[in-house]
């Protein structure tokens, strides 16, 4: 499966982005999904993941309440939607999808990554 990234942009503390992944192919409802980010000079980092069947998400600690990931099976297609930006939450954002995945919150859990989009966020 292939995974393209887009959404991301510049936007002030406090505001808002909505992120999306479309995925190729007609397996995605198999796949967990799951959001992952990477800031300058820092190891790559999960952020949020959704079951094949929507019933269970996860979020790390630094985003709960405020970021909230959905997936839209027909359109192939999973989001993030992020509020209250601050400026820790700058980095590249990565999608990357996989098969039964058990531990969502390692990258090396996934066998499939997006290219990434740039998230920046001002004060």
């Known amino acids: 499966v292939q995974l393209q990234a887009s959404g991301g942009g510049l936007v002030q503390a406090g505001g808002s982005l909505r992120l999306s992944c479309v995925a190729s192919?007609?397996?995605?409802?198999?796949?967990?999904m799951a959001w992952f980010r990477q800031a300058p000079g820092k190891e790559r980092e999960f952020v949020a993941g959704?079951?094949?069947?929507?019933?269970?998400?996860y979020y790390a600690d630094s985003v709960k309440g405020r970021f909230t990931i959905s997936r839209d099976n027909a359109k192939n297609t999973v989001y993030l939607q992020m509020g209250s930006l601050k400026l820790e939450d700058t980095a590249v954002y990565y999608c990357?999808?996989?098969?039964?995945?058990?531990?969502?919150?390692?990258?090396?859990?996934?066998?499939?990554w997006g290219q990434g989009t740039q998230v920046t966020v001002s004060s």
């Open positions: 990357a999808a996989v098969v039964n995945g058990k531990n969502w919150t390692w990258t090396s859990e996934y066998d499939y």
């Open positions: 959704i079951l094949w069947n929507s019933i269970s998400t």
């Open positions: 192919g007609r397996t995605f409802s198999r796949y967990t």
